[in-house]
Structures are given as C-alpha cells and as structure tokens.
C-alpha cells in the first residue's frame, strides 16, 4: 500500500470521507449568487474553513442549494509584500445548514486588489523579469554589448 493510499485509510477511519484537508481560516468572503450570467443576490459573510475542493462560509441568512455563486476572499498575504489579494472562487452551493453554506469549487484565481500610490513603482520592479533589464538598448551592461 502506498502512502497516498495510507492516507486515505486514516482518514476514512478517523471519520472524515472527504477528498480534501480542510482549514480553519476566518476570512472576510463577499458573495453574488448567479443565475444565467446575471446576479440574483449579493452579500457578505466568514469562511469558516477552506480546502482545495471547497468552502464553508457563514451569511446572514440561508441561500438556496444547487445555484452558481462567485466568493471573493480577502487573502491574508501580500503579493511581494506590497499588494493586497483577493481569492476569487466560482462554484456551486452543494450543502446549507442554516447560515452555514458549503460550496463544491469549480474554479479560483488570485486577483489583486490595487496597491498603495507609494508601494506601485516596488511591485513594478519586483514583478518584472530580471532579463528585461538587460534589454534596454540605453542601458550599458556586459550582457548587451552590441560590438
């Protein structure tokens, strides 16, 4: 038996049929239901844990299993120190339980949200290749010597 195969075996023991580890993160989460590319619903609420598959998150009020919805998480690390993230999430509400919605994720990518006016010029350079130095013509380097 492999060790992903162990792995299974003590989860499945230890009670817990998913797939995925869950987290315990609390995250501020903005929600839109949608339905045929319009939005039905919005609101906010907490994550109450996250794994790769899907979400838990709490609202102030019930929504109803098996619509679309979009998450936008606000993720609790910078890009390069400098620029907030956001986690954006579509999937599909498979399970409710009062307040409490569980999402099954079908897709995610992180956004940012804008970086301060003082913090834009350090995420420029921090995110440009280090190559594209060495390609400006005006530039004198050892490494674009014409001659």
């Known amino acids: 038996m492999n060790w992903a195969d162990q792995l299974k075996e003590i989860?499945?023991?230890?009670?817990?049929?998913?797939r995925d580890r869950r987290y315990e993160v609390d995250?501020?989460?903005?929600?839109?239901?949608i339905r045929r590319r319009r939005v039905l619903d919005s609101g906010s609420g907490r994550t109450v844990n996250v794994s790769s598959g899907g979400i838990l998150f709490e609202t102030d009020r019930p929504l109803?299993?098996?619509l679309n919805i979009?998450?936008?998480?606000?993720?609790?690390?910078?890009l390069h120190n400098v620029a907030p993230l956001q986690l954006i999430v579509s999937g599909k509400i498979?399970?409710?339980a009062g307040n409490r919605i569980a999402i099954r994720m079908l897709q995610h990518e992180f956004r940012t949200q804008g970086a301060p006016a003082e913090?834009?010029?350090?995420?420029?350079?921090?995110?440009r290749p280090p190559s594209l130095l060495f390609m400006n013509p005006g530039h004198i380097s050892p490494f674009n010597k014409l001659q």
Do not use: F, Y
């Open 64 to 66: 109803p299993p098996g």
């Open 11 to 18: 989860d499945t023991i230890s009670g817990n049929r998913r």
């Open 70 to 78: 979009e998450l936008s998480l606000t993720w609790p690390v910078l």
């Open 27 to 33: 995250l501020e989460v903005r929600w839109k239901l």
């Open 94 to 96: 498979v399970r409710t």
């Open 119 to 127: 913090h834009r010029g350090m995420l420029a350079a921090a995110t």
